[in-house]
């Protein structure tokens, strides 16, 4: 179906899960690296608007957001089905996974450039937020509530991916086995499906990049 190319970086936990929503698929696709630091000309075109990667440009056409690109890749290529068919779970998924790069996300990389009461308020948010996600996977094996892992578990793949990295970078702990049990059950499952393994970027890498990205935050206080 056309030509597929994704722009993005392997230290980019919004690019790992359209990497893995690619390969869900078995989309065939040519993968081009780009410097979150130094723009390249070929994202500039491609997302003037945002100016960040995941960028998929399929047949010419450039799809910005990783959210909006997993829709994208669950409607246009068959099998391997991401969203949920009955349109209630379907808007629950959206929601949930909307919410988790709002407040989740967010919040972990806030109370990681913090200090002192704000950076424990960012904390405690930011434990709030991940209670709900708790709440949710409660009694099952994958947010997709099946046997197979679906859009929700890619969109939230970056906790088993990195959220480790960004407590020791922000030298504090989030989410533990004695709040959050069935969360980390479920990150240690994901972590394991051999797909999901093999596209972990390097850890030292990934330490590397959001050591930097903090300091840039902290440097702005």
Sequence with gaps: MGEVKLIGSYTSLFCTRVEWALKLKGVQYEYVEDDVFNKSPLLLQHNPVHKKVPVLVHDGRPIAESLVILQYIDETWSGNTLLPQDSYDRAMAHFWAKFADEKCV???FMAAWKD?????????????????????IEGKKYFSGEDEIGYLDLALGWIPL?????EEVGGMKLVDAEKFPSLLEWARNFAEIPLIKERFPPRDALANYFHKIVGLKRSKK
């Design 116 to 136: 002192g009461e704000e950076k424990e308020k960012a904390i405690e948010s930011a434990q709030e937020s991940f209670a709900f996600l708790e709440k949710l």
């Design 106 to 108: 967010m919040g972990s």
């Design 162 to 166: 990195c959220l480790d990295i960004v």
